[in-house]
């Protein structure tokens, strides 16, 4: 059964940082695309950062240069650290991974889903 657990998140001020945590199990998360998705509130849900099988990384722009996502295989999680954070930051991080095959998947019935960790961050 796969499952997935954000840790992390907290109400920080701007310029400051976090860094979230996803727990994964039931599956190697080594193994696929693993991604990071926020969501505020009124609005769609974003994607935010990928790291696809061979440690490859892409970045929206919004957060390029600040948030670093990166993995330890031996603890099968996923890290987004996230660096002079911004009142537009604050949303529900969730962690995703594909439900079929190991590639990045963008649509919301497509992926598995954390309970997501919330990051809110005051001017």
């Known amino acids: 059964q796969v499952q997935l657990v954000e840790s992390g998140g907290g109400s920080v001020q701007a310029g400051g940082s976090l860094r979230l945590s996803c727990a994964a199990s039931?599956?190697?998360?080594?193994?696929?695309?693993m991604a990071w998705f926020r969501q505020a509130p009124g609005k769609e849900r974003e994607e935010v950062a990928f790291?696809?099988?061979?440690?490859?990384?892409t970045y929206s722009d919004s957060v390029k240069g600040r948030f670093t996502i990166s993995r330890d295989n031996s603890k099968n999680t996923l890290y987004l650290q996230m660096s002079s954070l911004k009142p537009e930051d604050t949303a529900m991080y969730y962690c995703?991974?594909?439900?079929?095959?190991?590639?990045?998947?963008?649509?919301?019935?497509?992926?598995?889903w954390g309970q997501g960790t919330q990051v809110t961050v005051s001017s």
């Open positions: 039931g599956f190697t998360s080594s193994s696929v695309c």
């Open positions: 790291m696809l099988r061979y440690g490859i990384t």
């Open positions: 995703a991974a594909p439900r079929y095959g190991s590639g990045c998947r963008r649509k919301y019935e497509e992926n598995y």
